[in-house]
């Protein structure tokens, strides 16, 4: 939404759509509800995922080392989640200045862009094994390694324009502070009446080219990048021998991309296409009137920290028991116990029981 800066009262004046938007229930009751749901959801899965991960998880794998860093970008937003809360149930006001504002920008853009960057090498990297299953474990842990000091350092490069601009907008009406709700603009609204669109422009151009890149850069070619990997990964098992370990290869396979599609239908493709339109719209000085869907679906992007860990669900076998045996509450020794008894076991298709190997003997 766009406001013009008052120079008397020296707050921003915004028109009555976006003082309706301001003070709907769908940001004061709708959206904060959502934000409760992903932070109850978020906070304990994913600290568990990192728990599994550094604790659990004996042998690495390049796998492992990408869904333990989405793991840790998810955990870094959530932890600030609470704010955005407080925010929309306090009508859309911000108390806690602008430099926090700027911090939950930044981790909100920096949690999303990082999703999909390391859910896109995650998705190249389940083809790889499956094309390439010889390939030397060491050489992909180090590729694994070099690509996420690599997304981590553009991530906080990428997001250092969002740190240096302002965030917040004191209002007139309603008299509330927003938090990146509101583009002040610095002139005189007539002149846009009248046609004069590139003063206007001046203000937001940053924003406006940012969030292009942004969009196109880390959203829609990683798009490309999964798209074509998964096709491949189902060629490449496709021409494989058709038996018990391919099939059910081929479930998991297929399981995982459902669950990454909806991911991207839900949280990265509308956030980033209403983005580009929102701009675009403000660009040419045109009123957005479907700004409520805008940042509905920016909202929407949150829940990716809440289908992340299905994604770890079924791309990691082992990370799936980790999981039963920490809820179980088994230690490493406990069930490596259980795994030899296990294997001395035999097991009887007549009775569908196991028994065990050895024999007593009587004196």
């Not at 939950?104 to 999303?112: K, L, P, S, V």
């Not at 862009?113 to 389940?126: D, G, K, M, N, P």
Request: net charge positive; aromatic share 14%.
């Amino acid at each position: 939404m766009v406001g013009y800066y008052n120079q008397q009262t020296r707050t921003v004046d915004v028109d009555d759509i976006t003082e309706q938007v301001l003070t709907s229930s769908l940001t004061t009751v709708f959206l904060p509800v959502v934000y409760i749901v992903v932070f109850a959801v978020a906070l304990p899965t994913n600290a568990m995922a990192i728990w599994v991960f550094l604790f659990r998880t004996n042998k690495m794998h390049p796998a492992a080392i990408y869904m333990a860093n989405l793991a840790l970008a998810d955990l870094l937003f959530v932890i600030w989640i609470p704010l955005k809360i407080a925010y929309h149930l306090n009508g859309n006001n911000w108390t806690f200045g602008e430099e926090l504002c700027k911090v939950f920008i930044g981790f909100f853009y920096g949690n999303m862009y990082c999703s999909i960057l390391f859910i896109a090498c995650l998705s190249v990297q389940r083809y790889w094994v499956v094309a390439h299953p010889l390939s030397q474990q060491r050489k992909n842990n180090t590729v694994a390694i070099i690509a996420s000091v690599c997304i981590w350092v553009f991530i906080w490069v990428s997001t250092t324009p969002l740190y240096l601009t302002p965030q917040t907008a004191q209002l007139t009406s309603p008299n509330i502070t927003t938090c990146h709700d509101v583009n002040v603009i610095h002139s005189d609204p007539a002149q846009d009446a009248l046609g004069e669109y590139e003063k206007r422009f001046e203000y937001i151009q940053h924003s406006y080219y940012y969030f292009m890149v942004m969009a196109g850069m880390v959203c829609f070619v990683p798009s490309l990048v999964i798209i074509v990997a998964y096709v491949l990964l189902l060629r490449a098992l496709g021409v494989s021998k058709m038996d018990v370990s391919s099939n059910k290869k081929r479930q998991k396979a297929v399981l995982l991309i459902v669950t990454v599609l909806i991911t991207f239908l839900v949280c990265f493709i509308p956030s980033n296409v209403t983005l580009v339109i929102h701009y675009v719209l403000v660009k040419n000085g045109v009123k957005n009137h479907g700004y409520g869907f805008y940042i509905t679906t920016l909202c929407l992007s949150s829940l990716n920290s809440c289908l992340d860990p299905f994604i770890y669900y079924y791309v990691s076998e082992d990370f799936r028991d980790h999981v039963k045996n920490t809820l179980l509450c088994r230690s490493d020794r406990t069930v490596k116990r259980m795994k030899v008894s296990f294997s001395s076991m035999k097991y009887s298709k007549r009775t569908n029981t196991y028994t065990s190997e050895t024999q007593t003997s009587s004196c």
